[in-house]
């Protein structure tokens, strides 16, 4: 299979990834991160992923394209976008590419479904959502534009669990709000759990309500199959799993709620506040008619106009996450994380994870997190990990190895045997 879209004339085989072919076939594609880059064993891949070199190349490329041809860029400007859409289309099994509305950030997703309803929107949402979308209910909450409703995680039942969503808590909620919107996340931030929102889907739908999912830790890192679960809406972002840096993020809306005409009312369909002139009718015809009429489909919920560079930066990680396929990537991922639970079992410390309904990382619950993770920094070579809620997060990715790894549980042990 050719990773022909990052410029690499090699190709990886088909089968099961291993380190030996990672490092042949897709290691030289990192070559500035792995030689420039911090020495020590990264392991906060779930915060900030790492770019390939393609990366500097396509951000060139927009920028190449400003200077040689002035506004004629907007032709490739434009057609990248598309690219964007239809790449997010296809990580997480949406209907089609203009089911993708382009983003900054999750939260401006977020923002414009909570902005396209016409009465005061009654939310349900877990207390395990990630800050900027609880920040951002708090807010409409506290304004008075919104009125939510926040589901409790259950406690952690042991040392070795963590707090849960329970799909049932959420469906009763909805039973008793019948809310208009509905947020969960399909892997949460601090504790890795895998939400199956099948259940919630369906309850949501029994209640009338729509349900958003936030993806940003399972886009890249499990198949999201967005078509198939039959969600309303779903965010996510490129900076994480996919490589690509802050800013291409992304609403997903079910093609349901997409007008076909241009007066989403008249077909009884959704229409946010969170508008601009790109989402008009005919936008380079600068017509002003009394009704703001919009584009068809997707595009009526574009906004202003766009930021570029995001798109070139999110092409070549993108392209690399589905040459190789979420799901090779999904079976390493597990092997890893159980390597590592493993070496640091062997060494008298006990993680949570890795399993099938867990993500990307293992977690070492530690009440000085925070403390532990600056140590784990300055130890030895020294171990990149970050934390959330009293839980030390440790993600391998495609470029760690088992050595890294090993060498990573030596320091992680030695840290916790040094700390009370
Ligand atoms: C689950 C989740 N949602 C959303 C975000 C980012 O939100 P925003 O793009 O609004 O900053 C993150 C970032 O870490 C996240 O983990």
């Not at 964007?84 to 289309?89: K, L, T, V």
């Not at 159980?338 to 006990?350: D, H, I, K, P, Y």
Request: neutral net charge; proline residues 6%.
């Amino acid at each position: 299979m050719a990773i022909a879209d990052t410029n690499s004339s090699d190709s990886l085989p088909h089968g099961a990834l291993t380190e030996s072919s990672l490092r042949t076939h897709v290691w030289p594609l990192f070559s500035r991160v792995l030689a420039e880059g911090p020495k020590h064993i990264y392991l906060a891949n779930h915060s900030l992923g790492r770019p390939l070199d393609q990366t500097s190349r396509d951000v060139q490329e927009a920028l190449d394209a400003w200077y040689a041809t002035l506004d004629h860029a907007w032709g490739p400007w434009m057609d990248e976008i598309q690219r964007f859409r239809a790449s997010i289309a296809t990580l997480i099994g949406a209907h089609r590419p203009d089911c993708i509305v382009p983003k900054t950030a999750a939260g401006q997703g977020l923002r414009a479904v909570l902005n396209s309803f016409d009465d005061l929107p009654r939310v349900v949402a877990t207390a395990g959502e990630f800050d900027s979308m609880d920040f951002i209910l708090r807010t409409y909450h506290h304004k008075g534009r919104a009125k939510v409703r926040w589901v409790s995680q259950r406690p952690a039942a042991d040392v070795l669990s963590t707090p849960r969503v329970v799909a049932e808590d959420v469906i009763a909620a909805i039973r008793e709000e019948k809310p208009q919107l509905v947020l969960v996340s399909h892997v949460y931030f601090t504790t890795g759990q895998v939400l199956d929102p099948a259940p919630i889907i369906a309850a949501a739908r029994e209640a009338g309500s729509l349900v958003m999912l936030d993806c940003y830790h399972s886009a890249g890192v499990i198949p999201v199959r967005f078509a198939e679960l039959d969600a309303d809406f779903a965010v996510g972002g490129s900076y994480k799993y996919t490589r690509g840096g802050p800013g291409a993020c992304w609403l997903a809306v079910h093609p349901r709620h997409l007008p076909t005409g241009d007066m989403p009312e008249r077909e009884g369909k959704l229409r946010t506040l969170d508008t601009g002139w790109f989402a008009k009718k005919d936008t380079f015809r600068y017509e002003r008619p009394d009704e703001p009429l919009l584009s068809a489909g997707g595009d009526a919920w574009l906004e202003s106009t766009p930021a570029i560079l995001p798109f070139y930066q999110a092409r070549a990680g993108l392209a690399l996450t589905l040459a190789i396929g979420v799901e090779r990537l999904r079976a390493y991922s597990l092997e890893q994380q159980a390597f590592l639970a493993s070496e640091l079992s062997a060494r008298g410390v006990r993680v949570i994870g890795p399993g099938a309904d867990r993500g990307a990382y293992v977690l070492l619950p530690r009440a000085d997190a925070p403390q532990f993770c600056q140590r784990l920094l300055a130890t030895g070579r020294g171990v990149n990990a970050d934390s959330r809620q009293g839980l030390v997060r440790f993600c391998p990715d495609i470029l760690t190895t088992r050595e890294d790894m090993r060498e990573a549980a030596e320091i992680i042990a030695g840290v916790v045997g040094s700390t009370p």
